[in-house]
């Protein structure tokens, strides 16, 4: 049996206590009489469904947690951890199938932004729209209409029917209404992960400025430097369990270790969904020992091994690979700088290897993408074969700077030629 409370209290808090969600993933078939009786005999005693049906996933088991009024807590962890489970049970667009639920104080989520917008609406009627649905009054939406409008940067569309939006005005409207609402507690979702640099900047800026008030918040997000700038906890959540708990940088620093540590990477996901000529069937990553692992200093050396066979004589194939952080590829190349010839017969089994001397990546955690084409011209629904989401984790004993890359530099103080005239 489940329970979601909206309690009131003098400080804001959220509990999870031993929370499980779990999803259908077959096709809905039809239960018998007998099943039904003994579910509901089940329910009645306060003892739950029957849990080994194969039509079911469990998204999350048992999670447990509490979040104190004023915190900010990160939940970090590989897609399909059950981070966003969290947040849509918290918002209660879905409800746990075990455990309780609490939430202290008006909320705001920010899980889909946009969701309730009718595209048939102009700006300023999604805006009265939406800030109604969200509890606020008429005189307040009133109030704050010039604000929102200022911060989506949008007067000039606002008469206009937001399906005529670019994807980038449509989040910065929905962003801009959201957090006018003046919520006491917000859950967000990867949000602050899209659109353009200048409007992520001033999403972080007004985030900042909602820690500083003491608004509780709850964060999902990949980016290291959002949950080590925002949050004062992060959680690593793995499988639907919690695997760590600690302060942003620990909890980060233990994230990539873990998942660059797994001696069993499962298979690669392949986007290609039969074999072609050309099929890569495992793929390794070499520190400068010759040892397999998926975790290195930033300025190691690292060798890519891509392990391929042929299923039919192939000539000339493009080997392009792919390094990838959270917003987008941050390197890429392909053999086309590789001076040997690529031919190979049928039935080959090779090695397509590249060697990084020293790749500057700052701290975080990567993802390697590769791509065999047919020819340089070739499109990639022709391609022989996609692989992605190889880990690529990247650790650093130097914490300062900030981007992408470390380029070497040199700091120097001098003193000045001429005197400052005063």
């Not at 199938?97 to 009627?125: C, D, N």
């Amino acid at each position: 049996m489940f329970k979601v409370l909206i309690v009131k209290r003098e400080m804001n808090i959220i509990e999870f206590n031993k929370v499980s969600k779990r999803y259908r993933i077959q096709a809905m078939r039809y239960r018998t009489f007998r099943e039904d009786v003994t579910n509901l005999a089940r329910r009645l005693a306060g003892r739950g469904a029957v849990e080994n049906d194969g039509n079911y996933i469990w998204a999350l088991r048992d999670v447990e947690f509490a979040v104190e009024a004023g915190e900010v807590v990160g939940i970090v962890g590989p897609n399909g951890a059950g981070k966003s489970t969290i947040l849509k049970i918290l918002s209660r667009v879905t409800y746990p199938t075990k455990g309780t639920v609490q939430v202290g104080g008006r909320f705001v989520s920010m899980i889909e932004l946009g969701a309730g917008f009718h595209p048939e609406l102009t700006g300023r009627e999604n805006i009265y729209m939406n800030g109604i649905v969200m509890g606020m009054k008429k005189h307040e939406i009133e109030k704050k209409f010039d604000a929102i409008v200022e911060f989506s940067e949008l007067a000039d569309f606002i008469d206009t029917p937001v399906k005529r939006y670019s994807s980038g005005m449509f989040v910065r409207l929905a962003f801009s209404v959201m957090i006018h609402v003046e919520p006491e507690i917000l859950f967000i979702d990867e949000i602050l992960a899209v659109g353009d640099f200048h409007f992520r900047e001033k999403c972080l800026k007004k985030m900042n400025q909602f820690r500083d008030e003491g608004k509780t918040m709850i964060i999902v997000s990949h980016l290291r430097y959002i949950v080590e700038t925002l949050c004062t906890r992060a959680i690593f959540l793995h499988k639907g369990k919690i695997l760590y708990e600690d302060k942003p940088t620990e909890t980060m620093d233990y994230y990539y270790h873990y998942v660059g540590g797994e001696k069993e990477r499962g298979k690669l996901v392949h986007e290609i969904e039969k074999p072609t000529e050309l099929e890569i069937f495992d793929v390794k990553l070499l520190n400068k020992d010759n040892e397999e692992t998926g975790i290195f200093q930033s300025g190691d050396h690292v060798t890519l091994q891509i392990h391929f066979r042929t299923n039919a004589a192939v000539e000339n194939p493009v080997f392009r690979v792919g390094i990838l952080n959270e917003l987008g590829i941050v390197h890429g190349t392909s053999n086309l700088h590789c001076d040997k010839p690529a031919n190979f017969d049928k039935d080959h089994r090779g090695i397509a290897e590249v060697k990084y001397n020293a790749p500057p990546l700052l701290q975080g955690h990567y993802e390697i993408e590769i791509i065999v084409l047919r020819n340089l011209y070739s499109q990639l629904d022709t391609a022989y074969d996609i692989v992605k989401g190889i880990p690529l984790n990247i650790t650093s004993s130097y914490s300062m700077g900030g981007g992408i890359i470390s380029l070497e530099h040199n700091w120097e103080f001098k003193n000045a030629e001429e005197n400052i005239q005063q």
